[in-house]
């Protein structure tokens, strides 16, 4: 490889600043203060002796120069190490496009930067050139890893090989390719109980005159690994025993890196630390044990919680809630929550909301991944579909079985009394529920791939009227990105549900289905589509909705989705299409705040009916779904 690269003494330090402040020394010069340095930067870029867009690009994100172009470099000093340390950045660009033999030219004033004596004072506006004049790519001549893993029996175990990053003879020879090949097969053996496998060799020669690079990699593995102890520090009011329990690394059992995230996961989910460290010990010992260091920072006992919304159509709400962590050392959470709201739309205090609830989590039983929540609560919420008074009492279990599902089971009972179309009605409920939840989206605001479902049955009896009922509710969701960039995502969301075992005069209405909103059939009003019945609308025994998405990024902080939305409520427990069908269209803008997309949809009832709006603006973060 050939490039334009030198080397200079820098002279010994003899101030050092931090944060704005000086330590030691004098830090200023003596001429003053640092003055900003302005600059311009010309960029060529020829590969094979002609302009490479994807190479300049590459090259353009690699230099401190070209990136920084748009703001002062500190003072001439902090310009020319700008420079300077191009050359390396860039040198790793090349290499990381297979290619190992290029001029690199970086130039001011006809001098190349590397020649340039530390102390030269640059003018105004100087400008600086990078010429880089890259060879054709590199293959691989021999790509070799003495010492791999044998094949992995447990499929949870088994590791893509090299291959699959393009390590092989003839492809392209990325560095990143034997920067992840030698990672690939470091995880092979590590995935098989080997601890402190690493990389012991690595003999890379390029061949010049056939333009190939010969690569071999050697691997040594070190003794199979058991788990030993985990010794727990940091900890205050927590038990050293149920920490360590629910990291959830059993003495004996084979090592397994999978095992470490969920640990770290696991004790995250238990909302009482503040951080976490779980180090493994820096070797294993004769016995094959590994042991392990747990260093926690416990949070605050207590926390509480205040809020308030205004709305000119839903009045005042205030709410509030009360936080007790750990209440006896294992993790144990009690919250207390209450609300109000509905002031200023009535002067009478018996048409406000009100909710009185409390749940207490006890993290961690039966299993370090099986969390026990008992809850109750008093409601009262006065709708325009119907008014209730109700209170309700549960105990439930979630198990988390893997990063990706999630098991519910529990059982509950409630009774309340409702005010609806079909009069003044008391239900009394006993019931159970069991459920999971599966998702593998990238992320769960604005996902671009992966799947997510959910399923809940609840088989409950009404004990005032008499009946058995059946209610079961199953949604899926579907995300894929077009193209390298991902710029362009396509979504769809279908939801059904359905009810058995009693009419609809006898079914709380809080079990029934209603559909419409921000988050089901855009255009119509929340909860707005139900079933026709004499004397106004009912909630319904059936539920149908299906949503498509196409969701175009603009630019990096703005994005545009087109949508169509329909749905349809029932008062059968399967859904009969004959009976109105609402369809919903729109268009979206979304804004990027790196934390999620703030969210603006305008949609328009395709269908409307009676006492429908002619259209809706819903606005949140996150997407629609």
């Not at 990053?165 to 990672?183: D, I, S």
């Not at 009404?462 to 979504?491: D, M, P, Q, S």
């Not at 058995?500 to 079914?507: D, H, N, R």
């Amino acid at each position: 490889m050939s490039s334009s690269l030198s080397t200079f003494n820098a002279p010994a330090a003899h101030a050092f600043e931090l944060l704005g402040r000086c330590l030691i020394g004098t830090c200023e010069d003596e001429d003053g203060p640092i003055d900003p340095k302005n600059y311009q930067v010309e960029l060529t870029v020829l590969a094979d002796g002609q302009p490479n867009r994807d190479l300049e690009k590459a090259v353009g994100n690699a230099s401190q120069l070209w990136q920084g172009r748009d703001e002062p470099a500190a003072g001439s000093a902090g310009l020319l190490t700008r420079a300077k340390a191009d050359y390396k950045r860039i040198l790793a660009a090349l290499y990381n496009d297979a290619r190992y033999a290029a001029d690199i030219s970086i130039t001011w004033n006809g001098r190349e930067i590397a020649d340039v004596e530390a102390g030269t004072e640059f003018p105004d506006d100087a400008v600086l050139a990078i010429s880089v004049r890259a060879e054709p790519q590199f293959l691989f001549g021999t790509a070799e890893i003495d010492n791999r893993a044998p094949v992995a029996t447990d499929r949870f175990d088994r590791v893509d090989p090299p291959e699959a990053e393009g390590f092989m003879t003839g492809a392209p020879a990325y560095a990143t390719a034997v920067r992840k090949a030698g990672q690939l097969a470091v995880e092979a053996w590590r995935q098989q109980g080997y601890a402190k496998a690493k990389i012991t060799g690595r003999k890379v020669t390029a061949n010049h005159a056939t333009r190939e690079l010969n690569v071999r990699l050697t691997v040594e593995p070190g003794p199979r690994a058991v788990y030993g102890q985990v010794a727990v520090e940091g900890t205050s009011r927590m038990k050293d025993s149920f920490v360590a329990r629910q990291a959830g690394l059993e003495p004996g059992a084979e090592y397994d890196p999978d095992d470490l995230k969920r640990a770290e996961k696991r004790l995250q989910r238990l909302g009482v630390f503040q951080s976490i460290s779980l180090k493994e010990a820096e070797s294993v010992n004769r016995d094959g044990s590994l042991p392990f260091m747990l260093t926690v920072q416990e949070r605050k006992l207590r926390r509480i919680g205040v809020g308030a919304t205004v709305s000119t159509i839903d009045g005042v709400g205030v709410e509030g809630y009360w936080l007790h962590r750990n209440l006896f050392g294992r993790a144990e959470r009690l919250r207390f929550d209450g609300r109000i709201s509905g002031i200023g739309t009535t002067s009478d205090f018996r048409d406000f909301d009100y909710f009185l609830g409390t749940e207490l989590t006890l993290p961690g039983r039966f299993t370090p991944d099986t969390d026990i929540i008992i809850g109750g609560f008093f409601e009262r919420e006065v709708l325009d579909l119907y008014s209730k008074n109700r209170g309700s009492a549960s105990v439930y279990a979630n198990h988390f079985y893997s990063d990706q599902l999630t098991l519910r089971g529990g059982a509950y009972a409630s009774y309340g009394e409702f005010e609806d179309v079909f009069g003044t009605r008391r239900f009394g409920i006993v019931g159970f529920e069991a459920g999971a939840e599966y998702d593998t989206r990238d992320n769960e605001l604005d996902p671009k791939s992966g799947f997510y479902a959910k399923i809940a049955a609840k088989p409950f009896y009404e004990w005032e009227y008499g009946n058995a009922i059946g209610k079961i509710v199953a949604e899926a969701r579907l995300f894929h990105a077009l193209g390298a960039e991902e710029r362009t995502v396509l979504a769809g969301r279908v939801k059904v549900g359905s009810i058995m075992g009693a009419p609809l005069s006898e079914i709380p209405q809080d079990e029934l289905f209603l559909a419409g909103g921000g988050s089901s059939v855009r255009g119509y009003p929340y909860r707005g589509i139900g079933v026709a019945v004499p004397g106004g609308m009912s909630g319904g025994r059936s539920l149908f909705e299906a949503s498509a998405e196409i969701r175009q990024t603009v630019t990096d902080s703005i994005g545009i989705v087109g949508f169509a939305d329909i749905g349809h409520v029932g008062s059968d427990s399967f859904p009969d299409f004959s009976e109105s069908v609402r369809v919903g269209a729109g268009l979206g803008l979304r804004y990027n705040t790196g934390l999620g997309p703030l969210r603006l949809d305008v949609a328009f009832p395709l269908n409307r009916q009676a006492g429908d709006p002619r259209y809706a603006i819903y606005a949140g973060i996150g997407q629609a779904f």
